[in-house]
């Protein structure tokens, strides 16, 4: 997997879009309407350096679910 972001951007809002990419590499492909959530589909002025219980519990539920990836067809 490769998160790519621009290096042009200042280091937290870098941090925290870095971590956003993150959640969506981990299986949290859509977004939050909640701007305390690193989900978030925008960032507001303070960027979201910390997985938001939300965030948490999202993933948790994603990653309880079952599925066929890896087994033979
Ligand atoms: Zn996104």
Do not use: C
């Not at 280091?11 to 305390?36: I, K, N, R, Y």
């Not at 303070?46 to 033979?72: A, C, H, Y």
């Amino acid at each position: 997997m490769k998160v790519m972001v621009s290096p042009e951007l200042r280091a937290p809002v870098l941090q925290a879009t870095a971590l956003h990419e993150l959640g969506h590499a981990f299986g949290l492909w859509g977004h939050s309407d909640h701007a305390g959530d690193v989900m978030a589909v925008s960032q507001g002025a303070l960027p979201v350096l910390t997985v938001s219980k939300r965030d948490r519990l999202t993933l948790e539920w994603i990653r309880s679910q079952s599925t066929n990836f890896g087994q033979p067809h």
